[in-house]
């Protein structure tokens, strides 16, 4: 609360102070303090598991394309050469996963969903979005989430190209929520007007997954 003696802070100043705290998500560092970084229930690990249904599919270069579609105003359908040529970001985050491991300081590079956004327009009515992967897979985010500073589409981690098994050639990652939400082999984007629980969502996980809040299963706050 603001005392009644403080100069009333202007509107200007608050947006100044939200930007403030954005660009430290784009510098990499997070604007957690470092005793919340690890969430409740985690623990850390240096090696990066594997996690997935059915295996890597088989994805031919040539063939690979990203459909961004739905509620948007402008839809767009890119090879592997169209979606290189869209403004590309390097940004450092934490990997989260539901089964309690935690990865600190990953540095991907790719699409920012935030100049994702900028490109397709999505239109008033799109609050959700539905991410799917060349194995059928599927996850569901509010329009919220997806659009965070830190969230991008990428194609590489650790100044290489990511890895088959970890999602490449083009992966999501949405550093503050459960990695069940972080789409591999991406394929196509579809925002809706309405939410649409995806595969693991549809079997007793939560719908939106903070890890801060522990939200792993459906029955969690
Ligand atoms: N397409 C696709 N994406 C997926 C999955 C999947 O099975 N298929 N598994 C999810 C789960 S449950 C986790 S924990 C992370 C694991 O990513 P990693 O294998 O790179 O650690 O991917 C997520 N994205
Ligand atoms: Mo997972």
């Given at each position: 609360?603001?005392?009644?003696?403080?100069?009333?802070?202007?509107?200007?100043?608050?947006?100044?102070?939200?930007?403030?705290?954005?660009?430290?998500?784009?510098?990499?560092?997070?604007?957690?303090?470092?005793?919340?970084?690890?969430?409740?229930?985690?623990?850390?690990?240096?090696?990066?598991?594997?996690?997935?249904?059915?295996?890597?599919?088989?994805?031919?270069?040539?063939?690979?394309?990203?459909?961004?579609?739905?509620?948007?105003?402008?839809?767009?359908?890119?090879?592997?050469?169209?979606?290189?040529?869209?403004?590309?970001?390097?940004?450092?985050?934490?990997?989260?996963?539901?089964?309690?491991?935690?990865?600190?300081?990953?540095?991907?590079?790719?699409?920012?969903?935030?100049?994702?956004?900028?490109?397709?327009?999505?239109?008033?009515?799109?609050?959700?979005?539905?991410?799917?992967?060349?194995?059928?897979?599927?996850?569901?985010?509010?329009?919220?989430d997806f659009a965070a500073p830190d969230a991008l589409l990428a194609h590489r981690w650790s100044?290489?190209?990511?890895?088959?098994?970890?999602?490449?050639?083009?992966?999501?990652?949405?550093?503050?929520?459960?990695?069940?939400?972080?789409?591999?082999?991406?394929?196509?984007?579809?925002?809706?007007?309405?939410?649409?629980?995806?595969?693991?969502?549809?079997?007793?996980?939560?719908?939106?997954?903070?890890?801060?809040?522990?939200?792993?299963?459906?029955?969690?706050?």
């Amino acid at each position: 609360m603001t005392d009644d003696h403080d100069p009333p802070e202007s509107k200007l100043t608050r947006s100044k102070q939200k930007w403030a705290e954005e660009g430290r998500f784009l510098t990499g560092r997070t604007a957690r303090p470092e005793e919340e970084r690890l969430p409740p229930g985690q623990h850390l690990t240096r090696d990066w598991p594997v996690l997935d249904l059915t295996g890597t599919p088989d994805i031919a270069p040539e063939r690979w394309r990203l459909v961004v579609d739905g509620a948007v105003e402008n839809p767009v359908t890119w090879d592997w050469t169209a979606f290189l040529a869209q403004p590309q970001q390097r940004i450092v985050s934490d990997i989260h996963c539901v089964t309690t491991w935690s990865r600190y300081d990953n540095l991907w590079e790719g699409l920012a969903t935030r100049d994702l956004l900028a490109i397709v327009r999505p239109k008033d009515e799109a609050g959700f979005v539905v991410l799917y992967g060349h194995d059928n897979y599927t996850t569901n985010l509010a329009l919220a989430d997806f659009a965070a500073p830190d969230a991008l589409l990428a194609h590489r981690w650790s100044d290489k190209p990511l890895t088959a098994e970890h999602g490449g050639p083009l992966r999501l990652v949405v550093p503050h929520l459960y990695f069940w939400k972080s789409a591999k082999w991406l394929r196509r984007i579809e925002f809706r007007p309405a939410d649409a629980p995806g595969y693991w969502e549809v079997r007793g996980y939560h719908n939106r997954g903070d890890p801060w809040r522990e939200q792993r299963y459906s029955d969690d706050p």
